[in-house]
């Protein structure tokens, strides 16, 4: 009986395992500075303090996140082609990356799984030159202007586009 039990939950954990989704968190250029570049723009939340927030939501929304910050297009394109085989979905703020990364651009494009492209700021509010986004066309959705809120929202989104899938 003991031994039937533990089969029973072992095989539970398995399907658990399995049916949890991975969700990439991808944060490019100049990130790191949060809290302390503008914040006025950006607020005074670290880098740190919204991985965390997006990482809670998406844990209580039976997710997994892996997070990858960097000020290379070409680690961030490197970790899109790992992506391709290992996690389901994309959150990305490309940061200044939004408004001529076509590396990035191209990565995501190859990628079969929803992209959700998420900003602090309301880009299009902003200077002319933010308004144009590489990302967004291969992109499910972007979420800009809701400052740290942006990633819960963006969390969310990809939620309910996996439970669509």
């Known amino acids: 009986m003991q031994f039937a039990r533990r089969l029973v939950a072992w095989k539970y954990a398995r399907t658990m395992a399995k049916a949890t989704k991975r969700v990439l968190l991808l944060n490019g250029a100049n990130l790191n500075l949060l809290g302390e ?4 723009v950006y607020g005074a939340a670290t880098l740190l303090d919204h ?3 997006a990482t809670q939501v998406a844990t209580d929304l039976g997710m ?3 997070s990858v910050h960097s000020n290379s297009s070409a680690e961030i394109v490197n970790a899109i082609h790992s992506a391709r085989k290992t996690h389901d979905a994309i959150v990305i703020n490309p940061g200044a990356f939004t408004h001529y990364a ?3 651009h191209d990565a995501l ?3 079969s799984g929803p992209v959700v492209e998420v900003h602090i700021s309301n880009p299009s509010t902003r200077e002319s ?3 144009e986004s590489v990302i967004a066309p291969v992109a499910s959705g972007t979420i800009a202007g ?3 809120l942006s990633y819960s929202l963006a969390m969310q ?5 996996l439970a669509d899938k």
Request: proline share 4%; aromatic share 14%; net charge neutral.
């Open 109 to 111: 494009a190859a990628f």
């Open 51 to 53: 991985v965390a927030s």
């Open 157 to 161: 989104a990809v939620a309910r586009l």
């Open 64 to 66: 997994t996140v892996d």
């Open 129 to 131: 030159w933010r308004h």
């Open 37 to 40: 570049r503008e914040p006025e």
């Open 102 to 104: 076509w590396s990035i």
């Open 146 to 148: 809701f400052g740290g």
